[in-house]
Nanobody, 118 residues
Framework: QVQLAESGGDLVQSGGSLRLSCVTSGVNSSTDVVGWYRQAPGKLREMVARISVAGRIVYGDSARGRFTISRDNAGNVMWLQMNNLTPEDTAVYYC????????????WGQGTQVTVST
């Protein structure tokens, strides 16, 4: 069973930085795509950054150039370093794992709140 647990959300001033963590269990880095998503009030959930099975990293438009996704060698912990935060980054941030075989299944953490003040 896959389990994901985020932490690190906080209230930060505009221009500040935060580092989110996601502790995982049951994730297979050889078969599962992992990443971070976020959902702001009244908006759809959007992809922030993902790491493919081959280790390829993709960033969403809002994150490119400011955020960095990484994980430990064992694939048990994933981080999202967020710099130069703006109020538009205020959202609940979710850790995600996606498995495609034998059927497509997605797993989500409970989310961690990031609030950026002006």
């Amino acid at each position: 069973q896959v389990q994901l647990a985020e932490s690190g959300g906080d209230l930060v001033q505009s221009g500040g930085s935060l580092r989110l963590s996601c502790v995982t269990s049951g994730v297979n880095s050889s078969t599962d795509v992992v990443g971070w998503y976020r959902q702001a009030p009244g908006k759809l959930r959007e992809m922030v950054a993902r790491i493919s099975v081959a280790g390829r990293i993709v960033y969403g438009d809002s994150a490119r150039g400011r955020f960095t996704i990484s994980r430990d060698n064992a694939g048990n912990v994933m981080w999202l370093q967020m710099n130069n935060l703006t109020p538009e980054d205020t959202a609940v941030y979710y850790c995600n794992a996606e498995r495609f075989f034998p059927t497509r299944v997605e797993y989500w953490g409970q989310g961690t709140q990031v609030t950026v003040s002006t």
